[in-house]
């Protein structure tokens, strides 16, 4: 199968830009778990818990619905610039609103002090939420290099802006170095208000980047198609709430259901130690961006479903051996956040597991998509956002973030069944199930197997589980060999 070859290549391109950008923005998280309190730190993942949500709210879908029209040839040359045209509007609009009542808002999130948290943050989302089109754009070329420099640019201004506000800038006024230059442009007060302030810039940066994309547009809008696409997205926003709820609500319920002297703490720890589950979600991540259009561009080939089947069952191995690399080296990698922190370990396995489950499921999601029938989705993410809720509401004052652990891992894990029932019903795909189950099976296994091993010496643990990590990997190639050739000739 040629084309997997093709997506293979593009989930690399895709993959090494995104793998660079997240490793070298999450070495902030130990920089900010390392400067910053717990219940500081709780502020930036509360935050940002609403960033997800409105960036899926003020996009409504419309990237989806962009790669479905320009499949059609009679909306082809008219879905870009009405999508841009209506993602503009609702940006626009819902920043001004949000600059106006910034305080009202911030006193409703117990930060009134900090109104202008609220105005930064409102338009990091107006941004991030025009700007999607134009990545998807890209996407749909198949540019992914330049795709990748845009992303990697943001990343790196976000990087060094942290690094001058909270480290250059302490160290020199500390040292007396450059005082009247930095009492006008820096004041400690502001803390980890600087870590919004560097996104912000960053997203600023990369509009700018990306302004000879925005003015070779033809501005047209089309209501006959806009209302088409928006029929078609609204089920995919329904999704998207419900995914963004299940993904990052409950650092929000955390907050508000734990006890209040601990809250923040709990929020702030919560956060650090779910960011350990780095690699799977950026591989998931790279992976949705090679994927989705390469999905809609094969759909009508005769072999698609074979295909899909194969992506599936690589994606899912690949997914295993991330799960048990980061989980036999957890003694290595818990450093990646400051000591305060290392107490909610045990969510790491748990989230690992309900990503490997969200990835799954968007794999399985292309049968609603291509087949039209979006509101499954929407009726699959909202049932998994009744069980994101309801278990968070039970668990949370029982356990602590250890029930939001949890509650994800339920949540993903019916949503994978659910749409795996439907999709075989509606666009049946021969997935190799056996080999799907046994591969995280296997994994799970080993990694809690080695956890009894009474082995003390921290050297020998090491070698023992990368024997085991190596012997699991070999044990894939050794079943999967006669495959390989096949698959990606």
């Given at each position: 199968?040629?084309?997997?070859?093709?997506?293979?290549?593009?989930?690399?391109?895709?993959?090494?830009?995104?793998?660079?950008?997240r490793l070298l923005n999450?070495?902030?998280?130990?920089?900010?778990?390392?400067?910053?309190?717990?219940?500081?730190?709780?502020?930036?993942?509360?935050?940002?818990?609403?960033?997800?949500?409105?960036?899926?709210?003020?996009?409504?879908?419309m990237e989806t619905a962009?790669?479905?029209?320009?499949?059609?040839?009679?909306?082809?040359?008219?879905?870009?610039?009405?999508?841009?045209?209506?993602?503009?509007?609702?940006?626009?609009?819902?920043?001004?609103?949000?600059?106006?009542?910034?305080?009202?808002?911030?006193?409703?999130?117990?930060?009134?002090?900090?109104?202008?948290?609220?105005?930064?943050?409102?338009?990091?989302?107006?941004?991030?939420?025009?700007?999607?089109?134009?990545?998807?754009?890209?996407?749909?070329?198949?540019?992914?290099?330049?795709?990748?420099?845009?992303?990697?640019?943001n990343i790196l201004v976000?990087?060094?802006?942290?690094?001058?506000?909270?480290?250059?800038?302490?160290?020199?006024?500390?040292?007396?170095?450059?005082?009247?230059?930095?009492?006008?442009?820096?004041?400690?007060?502001?803390?980890?208000?600087?870590?919004?302030?560097?996104?912000?810039?960053?997203?600023?940066?990369?509009?700018?980047?990306?302004?000879?994309?925005?003015?070779?547009?033809?501005?047209?809008?089309?209501?006959?198609?806009?209302?088409?696409?928006?029929?078609?997205?609204?089920?995919?926003?329904?999704?998207?709430?419900?995914?963004?709820?299940?993904?990052?609500?409950?650092?929000?319920?955390?907050?508000?259901?734990?006890?209040?002297?601990?809250?923040?703490?709990?929020?702030?720890?919560?956060?650090?130690?779910?960011?350990?589950?780095?690699?799977?979600?950026?591989?998931?991540?790279?992976?949705?961006?090679?994927?989705?259009?390469?999905?809609?561009?094969?759909?009508?080939?005769?072999?698609?479903?074979?295909?899909?089947?194969?992506?599936?069952?690589?994606?899912?191995?690949?997914?295993?051996?991330?799960?048990?690399?980061?989980?036999?080296?957890?003694?290595?990698?818990?450093?990646?956040?400051?000591?305060?922190?290392?107490?909610?370990?045990?969510?790491?396995?748990?989230?690992?597991?309900?990503?490997?489950?969200?990835?799954?499921?968007?794999?399985?999601?292309?049968?609603?998509?291509?087949?039209?029938?979006?509101?499954?989705?929407?009726?699959?993410?909202?049932?998994?956002?009744?069980?994101?809720?309801?278990?968070?509401?039970?668990?949370?004052?029982?356990?602590?973030?250890?029930?939001?652990?949890?509650?994800?891992?339920?949540?993903?894990?019916?949503?994978?069944?659910?749409?795996?029932?439907?999709?075989?019903?509606?666009?049946?795909?021969?997935?190799?199930?056996?080999?799907?189950?046994?591969?995280?099976?296997?994994?799970?296994?080993?990694?809690?197997?080695?956890?009894?091993?009474?082995?003390?010496?921290?050297?020998?643990?090491?070698?023992?589980?990368?024997?085991?990590?190596?012997?699991?990997?070999?044990?894939?190639?050794?079943?999967?060999?006669?495959?390989?050739?096949?698959?990606?000739?």
């Amino acid at each position: 199968m040629p084309s997997i070859k093709k997506l293979v290549g593009q989930t690399a391109v895709y993959g090494f830009s995104t793998i660079l950008g997240r490793l070298l923005n999450y070495l902030l998280v130990p920089l900010h778990t390392y400067l910053f309190q717990p219940a500081q730190y709780g502020i930036v993942g509360e935050l940002y818990a609403w960033v997800s949500l409105f960036v899926v709210i003020l996009t409504y879908g419309m990237e989806t619905a962009f790669f479905r029209f320009s499949q059609i040839d009679e909306y082809k040359n008219k879905c870009y610039s009405t999508a841009i045209v209506s993602l503009f509007t609702t940006s626009v609009i819902f920043s001004v609103l949000c600059s106006c009542f910034a305080q009202p808002i911030a006193g409703w999130m117990q930060y009134g002090n900090h109104p202008e948290y609220i105005t930064w943050i409102a338009i990091i989302i107006s941004i991030d939420a025009l700007t999607s089109i134009f990545f998807a754009s890209l996407r749909l070329q198949m540019k992914a290099v330049k795709f990748a420099v845009v992303k990697i640019t943001n990343i790196l201004v976000n990087i060094l802006l942290n690094l001058f506000f909270l480290l250059l800038c302490p160290y020199l006024l500390k040292n007396g170095i450059a005082t009247e230059f930095l009492n006008t442009i820096y004041d400690p007060e502001i803390g980890v208000g600087y870590i919004f302030i560097a996104n912000l810039a960053a997203s600023i940066v990369t509009l700018v980047m990306l302004a000879p994309d925005i003015f070779k547009i033809r501005v047209t809008f089309s209501w006959s198609l806009w209302r088409k696409m928006f029929a078609y997205a609204f089920p995919l926003l329904i999704l998207g709430l419900a995914g963004i709820v299940n993904e990052t609500m409950d650092r929000v319920l955390l907050k508000n259901l734990s006890p209040a002297e601990i809250a923040q703490s709990q929020v702030g720890i919560y956060s650090a130690c779910y960011k350990i589950s780095i690699m799977m979600t950026i591989f998931i991540q790279a992976f949705k961006y090679a994927a989705e259009p390469f999905f809609f561009s094969k759909s009508k080939d005769a072999d698609a479903k074979a295909t899909y089947a194969v992506v599936m069952k690589y994606f899912v191995l690949c997914c295993a051996v991330m799960f048990l690399g980061i989980m036999l080296y957890i003694d290595i990698v818990k450093y990646f956040v400051g000591p305060e922190y290392h107490q909610g370990l045990v969510v790491v396995p748990i989230l690992l597991l309900a990503n490997l489950f969200l990835g799954i499921f968007y794999n399985l999601s292309i049968w609603y998509k291509l087949t039209g029938q979006t509101r499954f989705g929407a009726y699959i993410a909202l049932i998994g956002a009744a069980i994101t809720l309801g278990l968070n509401y039970l668990l949370i004052p029982v356990i602590g973030y250890l029930g939001s652990a949890w509650a994800t891992f339920a949540c993903y894990f019916c949503m994978m069944v659910l749409s795996y029932i439907l999709g075989q019903k509606y666009y049946h795909v021969n997935y190799q199930i056996g080999k799907i189950l046994f591969s995280i099976a296997a994994a799970v296994a080993i990694y809690y197997g080695s956890t009894f091993l009474p082995i003390e010496n921290f050297s020998l643990k090491m070698v023992v589980n990368t024997c085991l990590l190596i012997g699991y990997i070999f044990v894939i190639i050794l079943a999967e060999r006669k495959n390989f050739r096949e698959d990606f000739k």
